[in-house]
């Protein structure tokens, strides 16, 4: 078995105690940046690099990609705690992490996400080592046209999530795609909405969305009950094991297997991201689900879910990297940046004129998603305890994460203005029950929609059947449309999975 | 008490030498740490160039004050520009920039230009590459070039910067000295990610890009590269049989220049202090080791020449610009 013997190749060289050191220490820091708003595996990489040039290529390699997974696993922590997503990965979390954490159950959600991501990310590492080339053949299919319907299904599934509020969610949706309108257009060199600010030229970032709606759309809400005593009660004060229970287990497990394939294929796609992955395993799963009105309440299959697809997603990106030598996100793209001046160049080559450090990689992606495991559930008991802190004191630290985090992004002080007004944008949404998944996920993908949409009918010359050229453009199609229809048709059918 | 006034005598000596050796700095430049910028985000090109020059410059001494690298994207470096006016005639403030420099201001992105900057040297220089799927029936850029003069139209061009940047003038103006008519009516397509996978992929025709993204799935047999923008043969790798435009028939270059600023109005003997410093970074074997590793073809030029070549460099986008159209008088 060539296939053994490569893998044992990896593990072999992976096991020295400076590849492990290093692979614990990346875990270590990528878990650290994950969890801060505004900080993610692509600013913990460029942090990286300087140091990273004196490293052998294979330990670069398996920092870099402990640094990316970490981040996946601790990009959550903030979300379920403080309803503070720590990146577009982890607004997901926020639909059930953060409710579950209101009602007494911090410690399970903290402990689910660890082990929803081990077992996603494990599961899409043995994805990696059987299916990586053909996958990544597959993933270059992929044009203009087939990204705008891999959007439209994503956006119309997730504005469609829950039927009662259609038509609020379709208005989430709208103003979404307004605001990822802002900036240059990158078609024809347009500014567009900027007034005049340099700033906004790039585009207003979705990480000032994501704090500005939920961390900051949160405490301005509970500013309501703050001052009639409110305040004063922690919401936690006893904390119990962090770990789950059989029913917990049982209700997750299949959510789990089931959304870990989606998150991985997501991410080899280049053009799609870990945002789209988790949205669209919490969409799937609660559209599959037997009782979906408990979902967004605190309900464990929610998070599980989301959290095995985005790092699944986060494995999943690796492929056209190492495979193609194609970068599959902005991560991935410094990445590949690092490794060009190691005097690596990946690509189908690698794995054979470096076949020990490419899959001394993959053996790393074993022992690093362990690694964060351990890393994490004693964290998790650590940081639970923030909900024994009074809201009113907690609360002002929230704020004042979250100005530092926005800060990070671009440096510049507009961004605070931006975060005020979707904190504003967020308490209204939230007083009128408008989901927020839908403005979200527009604002995250609605960019890159719009370019793809004229993207494609350039290449077609304005012919509007480029939509519906392949197979993979109609199934995206079917798929949009029976993610609308379904909420209204699944009353009526009895799912032959679900338990009873 | 006679305790208290020992130590606070040689409190006072200890102050004197502060002094003395604070004022004896005060004629000296630099007397303080540097901020270097870099008008982009982490772990780009403009980034990367900035920490390796400090780096370099910081571990032979060259310049013995700190230079922490700080980030000031947004604007395509617009942003940058725009900090560096705030720092008026202060030469603790450098600045690291490519041709987006002189892009942004000519399609008015931003009202200004490289004349608010005091240019110190230019260090390195890349090229751009234009590749072409494997299957593709291009054989060479000739073939690209006699199809877009039959129908300009017929070639899908794309590449990772939005229209009227650098990916895309440096097609144009292949097409141009190539004798293609109406430039402003080949189609480019902007990609904000997956330029490579797009073409590998079959969806566009011809990607213009940066030489170093095409070596993996150029060495790979993926994609093949057509021509090089460089004067001449670069002598490493796979590139090395690559034909230039020039070889191909086509008269032109097109640098992708990197060089440091200073802010404008800084005097004229910190400048030269500043200029000689780079020049000495670029002549040590630290840096040599930094292009080699990067791709990057050493290309210093002093403050004077630099200042001449933008003007220069300015001109021709101009041309092109607004040829496209998309020139916008400031």
Not at chain 1, 148 to 168: G, P
Not at chain 1, 271 to 283: D, E, H, V
Not at chain 2, 81 to 110: F, R, W
Not at chain 2, 291 to 300: E, Q, S, V
């Amino acid at each position: 078995m060539e296939l053994i013997q490569n893998l044992l190749l990896g593990f072999s060289v992976v096991l020295t105690p400076l590849n492990l050191i290093w692979m614990v220490a990346g875990s270590i820091l990528g878990t650290i940046l994950g969890m801060l708003p505004g900080l993610g595996p692509t600013t913990g990489i460029a942090l990286l690099l300087p140091l990273t040039f004196t490293m052998e290529p294979a330990t670069a390699l398996i920092t870099m990609c402990a640094v990316y997974y970490g981040a996946m696993f601790g990009g959550s922590r903030s979300s379920i705690l403080l309803n503070v997503p720590g990146d577009g990965a982890a607004v997901a979390a926020c639909f059930d992490g953060y409710p579950m954490a209101q009602n007494g159950r911090a410690e399970a959600a903290l402990a689910i996400s660890a082990i929803a991501s081990f077992i996603g990310g494990l599961i899409a590492t043995v994805a990696f080592v059987i299916v990586a080339i053909p996958v990544a053949r597959f993933a270059l299919r992929f044009g203009p046209p087939e990204y705008f319907m891999l959007m439209i299904f994503a956006l119309s599934a997730t504005a469609a999530i829950s039927k009662e509020a259609l038509f609020k969610g379709f208005i989430s949706l709208l103003v979404g795609l307004m605001i990822s309108t802002v900036g240059i257009d990158y078609q024809t060199g347009v500014l567009r909405f900027t007034f005049g600010l340099m700033e906004l030229q790039t585009g207003i970032d979705f990480v000032v969305v994501i704090i500005g709606v939920y961390g900051l759309g949160e405490v301005f809400k509970n500013l309501e009950n703050i001052a009639s005593g409110g305040g004063l009660q922690a919401i936690q004060k006893k904390f119990g094991r962090i770990w789950i229970t059989l029913d917990d287990w049982r209700r997750s497990i299949i959510p789990i297997l089931r959304e870990t394939p989606v998150g991985f294929l997501v991410g080899v796609l280049p053009g799609a991201g870990a945002t789209i992955a988790a949205l669209m395993a919490y969409n799937n799963e609660k559209q599959l689900s037997k009782e979906p009105e408990r979902f967004g309440t605190g309900t464990i299959e929610g998070l599980a879910a989301p959290e095995a697809a985005n790092n699944a997603c986060s494995v999943g990106a690796l492929i056209p990297m190492m495979t193609l030598g194609v970068p599959g996100s902005g991560t991935t793209a410094v990445m590949l940046g690092a490794l060009m001046i190691l005097g690596l160049q990946p690509g189908p080559l690698l794995f054979q004129q470096h076949a020990d450090v490419a899959w001394a990689v993959i053996a790393s992606m074993f022992l690093g998603n362990v690694a964060c495991a351990f890393i994490n559930i004693p964290l998790a008991g650590l940081l639970v305890r923030v909900l024994a802190v009074p809201p009113k004191v907690l609360y002002p630290v929230i704020v004042a994460l979250a100005f530092v985090g926005v800060y990070t992004i671009n440096f510049s002080v507009v961004e605070f203005v931006l975060l005020i007004l979707f904190g504003l944008v967020g308490y209204g949404m939230k007083k009128y029950k408008v989901p927020t998944a839908p403005l979200i996920l527009a604002v995250v993908v609605g960019s890159s929609m719009e370019q793809n949409f004229r993207m494609a009918l350039m290449l077609a010359d304005g012919d509007f059947g480029v939509f519906f050229r392949n197979g993979i453009c109609w199934t995206l199609f079917f798929l949009a449309i029976g993610s609308i229809a379904w909420p209204f048709l699944s009353s009526r059918i009895k799912l032959p999975w679900n338990r009873s | 008490m006679k305790r208290k006034s020992t130590l606070s005598a040689g409190l006072f000596a200890l102050l004197a030498v502060f002094f003395l050796v604070s004022s004896a700095m005060a004629a000296d430049f630099p007397a303080r740490p540097f901020e270097f910028i870099a008008p982009g985000g982490a772990g780009g090109g403009w980034d990367t160039t900035a920490r390796l020059s400090a780096k370099v410059l910081g571990d032979t001494g060259i310049i013995t004050q700190p230079m922490p690298v700080i980030n000031k994207p947004g604007g395509g470096g617009g942003v940058g520009l725009a900090y560096m006016q705030k720092k008026k005639a202060d030469p603790y403030s450098l600045i690291v920039y490519s041709p987006p420099l002189l892009l942004i201001n000519l399609t008015g992105q931003t009202k200004l230009s490289y004349r608010d900057l005091t240019p110190l040297a230019m260090l390195i220089n890349d090229f751009g590459a234009f590749a072409v799927p494997k299957d593709s029936p291009y054989q060479t850029i000739g073939d690209v070039m006699e199809a877009l003069k039959k129908d300009p139209k017929a070639v899908k061009t794309g590449g990772n910067s939005s229209f009227g940047s650098m990916d895309h003038i440096q097609f144009l103006q292949a097409a141009k000295a190539a004798g293609v008519k109406d430039i402003r009516e080949i189609p480019y397509i902007a990609f904000q990610e997956g330029p490579m996978a797009a073409l590998m992929g079959g969806h566009i025709d011809l990607l213009s890009t940066g030489m170093a993204e095409t070596v993996g799935p150029l060495e790979a047999g993926e994609i093949r590269v057509l021509a090089l923008t460089a004067p001449q043969r670069v002598d490493a790798g796979v590139l090395g049989q690559v034909p230039t435009l020039k070889e191909a028939g086509i008269d032109t270059t097109f640098i992708n220049w990197r060089g440091i600023f200073a802010a404008p109005g800084v005097g004229a003997d910190e400048k030269v202090y500043l200029t000689e410093a780079l020049r000495k970074m670029s002549e040590t074997p630290e840096w040599d080791e930094v292009c080699l590793k990067n791709g990057w073809t050493k290309a210093f030029m002093e403050s004077e020449a630099f200042a001449a070549f933008l003007e220069k460099t300015n001109e021709e986008y101009k041309d092109l610009l607004t040829e496209i159209g998309l020139f916008k008088a400031q």
